[in-house]
């Protein structure tokens, strides 16, 4: 697969869009994305992000929109996608 691909559990399901957090300048900014091809754990992510964009992916339901966000780790998407490598 390639292109931009976010964990499954990234993504916040809405009657109207999905949607993403992503981070910009420490606030969290919640993106409406559309996705493409799905597996069991990662979603393809075809409009509303960028390569590189910092996205949430745990911790999800407790981020507030212009709340400060503090980053307590970064993982590659391979890192998600293939824990044990």
Not at 33 to 62: H, Q
Not at 67 to 79: D, F, H, N, T
Request: overall charge positive.
């Amino acid at each position: 697969m390639k292109g931009v691909v976010v964990p499954t559990n990234a993504i916040i399901p809405d009657a109207m869009n999905n949607q993403l957090v992503v981070i910009k300048k420490g606030l969290p900014v919640f993106t409406n994305i559309e996705t493409g091809i799905r597996t069991a754990k990662v979603v393809e992510i075809t409009s509303g992000i960028n390569v590189g964009d910092s996205v949430v992916v745990s911790g999800v339901l407790f981020v507030r929109p212009n709340s400060k966000v503090v980053v307590k780790s970064v993982k590659q998407i391979e890192k998600i996608i293939n824990p044990d490598k």
